[in-house]
């Protein structure tokens, strides 16, 4: 018998982003994406020149909070050039969500550069759920700091991270 054995490989897949705080379009992408690969890992970008509302460990803990019922979705984050990441992690598959055209260009240009730094990896792109097509972290941050209703926006752990975050 040949080839009884051979290995299967992992498909791994990374969704990258600021995650400031996660969002139900996020969410949306998470979903699907986890339907679509054996393992993926939502990456916490670490970039210290923006001024985020949530330290890389509370982006963490909200996003762990919101995917308990997702086995195959980790959580982690990173600070170094993506497809840097993506050979450590052996991933081949970067997921990135797409709202608008607006969306498309500057994903477009980040794609083909990944693409230019290491061809083997290959960026996948998922249209957002039209529901969510408006929706931003920073317009989220934006009505919370009013003290506006995000119920619809974010999941609800992110919610209540919100009204702490701008309670005080
Ligand atoms: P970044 O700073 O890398 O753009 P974000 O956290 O804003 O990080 O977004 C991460 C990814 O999620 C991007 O691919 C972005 O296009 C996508 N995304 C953001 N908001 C939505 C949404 N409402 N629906 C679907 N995808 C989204």
Partial sequence: ????????ELRIAVYPGSFDPV???????????????????VAVLNNSSKNPLFTV???????????????????????????????????????????TV?????ELQLAS??????????????MTNPKYSYLSSSIVKEIASFQGDVSDLVPRIVEAALKNKYSK
């Fill in 57 to 99: 460990e509370e982006r963490k803990e909200l996003i762990r909070g919101a995917t308990q019922h997702l086995p195959n979705v980790e959580i982690d984050s990173y600070r170094d050039l993506l497809v840097n990441y993506m050979d450590y992690r052996q991933a081949h598959v970067i997921v990135r969500g797409i709202r």
């Fill in 23 to 41: 969002t139900k379009g996020h969410m949306d992408i998470i979903q699907r994406a986890s339907r679509q690969f054996d393992r993926l890992i």
């Fill in 102 to 106: 607006t969306d498309f260009e500057y």
């Fill in 1 to 8: 018998m040949i080839g009884m054995e051979q290995q299967h």
């Fill in 113 to 126: 550069t990944n693409h230019k730094l290491n061809s083997e990896v290959e960026t996948i792109f998922m």
